[in-house]
């Protein structure tokens, strides 16, 4: 089975091929990042507009680069949530549009669950189940997956996501927006312990995270020096990356023991992160389990993902029908109810 994916959940426009026996055959990616950097963040409305411009060329490119004629695809995924609302009304009309045209079934995919099944995009894939660590601009969770659409929230950030930490420290260290890969890349020149920021959370039962109060104190830490040096601001950097990634390993670390999955499968933005990588790593070592990750530029939104997950869905046997509206709100415990079952 061929599925084209389609991603506009925020400031990116994906569009991917996925086939069931041979694996990707295709995708382009398009990101706004430039667009919104000069406001700051993300401007919804910018966001639709900019979907609406690029997102059939880029599925013109796809479909020329695979050498794809239309008769060959059976289904097309879109991402129907959660997300911006404008945003992702561009990708789900014309996912539907196409499905309808071309006479296949649409399905409205997840965007989490594409993140989470990212790494199914490589090889070796992880099988089920596994524990997953979702870290992106959006959310922080730690996930026990047991199968397509068996998703146990198992904790969550109770404020700031990772990335969103990221984001926001770097706008602090005046690094721009979205700055979390030039934080990244800034603490790489930083030297250990040179600054000690907490580990929020950790001393204390329970795999909820909080993150707002660490760019607190970043930001005091920050404030307090006189004349900082360009060393200093990598220092606190590298302080700041530390916290974050120490505090994601002690409660994977911790979700590991308690549901005893053999498996870790990191997804999401904040999983390009290469300390993160290297500790989770370490982590998987030490207990003697498997670590799985998507290739970087599969860790933030891209229509690969989706055009996976939609094609493990069809194949399964589910879609929408082509009233089904995107939703911007949309928990994952709550994805298997919105697809009807193909009837026997
Ligand atoms: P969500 O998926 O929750 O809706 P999102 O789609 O905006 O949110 P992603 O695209 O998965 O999130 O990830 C973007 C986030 O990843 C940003 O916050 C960005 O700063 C962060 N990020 C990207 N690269 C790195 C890196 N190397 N280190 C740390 N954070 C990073
Ligand atoms: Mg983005
Ligand atoms: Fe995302």
């Known amino acids: ?68 004629q239309r008769e060959q695809i059976d289904g097309v995924a879109y991402t129907a949530g959660p997300g911006l609302i404008g945003a992702l009304l561009v990708g789900a009309s014309v996912g539907r549009s196409l499905a309808w045209a071309w006479g296949v079934p649409a399905i409205g995919v997840h965007h989490l669950e594409g993140h989470l099944l990212a790494p199914m995009l490589e090889t070796p894939a992880p099988i089920f189940p596994f524990l997953a660590l ?22 969550e950030s109770v404020d700031d996501a990772a990335g969103e930490a990221f984001d926001k420290t770097a706008k602090l260290l ?33 795999l909820d995270f909080s993150f707002s109060g660490l760019k607190t104190q970043v930001l005091t830490t920050w404030q307090a020096q006189e004349n900082p040096s360009e060393q200093v601001r990598a220092d ?4 700041f990356e530390d916290a974050i990634v120490d505090t994601l390993v002690i409660k994977c670390r911790r979700a590991l023991q308690e549901t005893r999955l053999q498996r870790l499968v990191i997804a999401g933005g904040v999983g390009a992160n290469k300390r993160l990588r290297q500790q989770l790593q370490a982590l998987g070592k030490s207990l ?31 879609s929408n029908t082509l009233d089904f509206n995107a939703r911007p709100r949309w928990l994952m415990t709550a994805i298997d109810e919105t697809y009807q079952a193909k009837s026997p």
């Open 1 to 68: 089975m061929r599925v084209l994916g389609i991603e506009t959940s925020c400031d990116e426009t994906g569009v991917a091929l996925y086939d069931s026996e041979q694996g990707l055959l295709g995708h382009e990616l398009y990101s706004q990042v430039e667009l919104h950097a000069q406001y700051g963040g993300v401007v919804p409305e910018l966001a639709s507009r900019d979907h609406v411009r690029k997102i059939i060329p880029l599925l013109t490119d796809l479909l020329q680069k695979t050498g794809t």
């Open 134 to 155: 979702l870290v992106s601009g959006g959310h922080t969770q730690l996930v026990a997956v047991r199968g397509i659409g068996q998703y146990q929230l198992l904790g």
């Open 174 to 206: 005046g690094l721009g927006y979205p700055g979390g890969a030039a934080l990244a890349r800034l603490a790489e020149q930083g030297r250990p312990e040179m600054f000690h920021f907490s580990r929020p959370m950790t001393n204390r039962a329970g």
């Open 236 to 239: 606190i950097a590298r302080a």
């Open 288 to 318: 003697r389990i498997q670590v799985f990750y998507p290739r970087i530029e599969f860790c933030t939104d891209n229509g690969a993902m989706i055009a996976l997950a939609g094609c493990l869905r069809l194949q399964a046997g589910q």
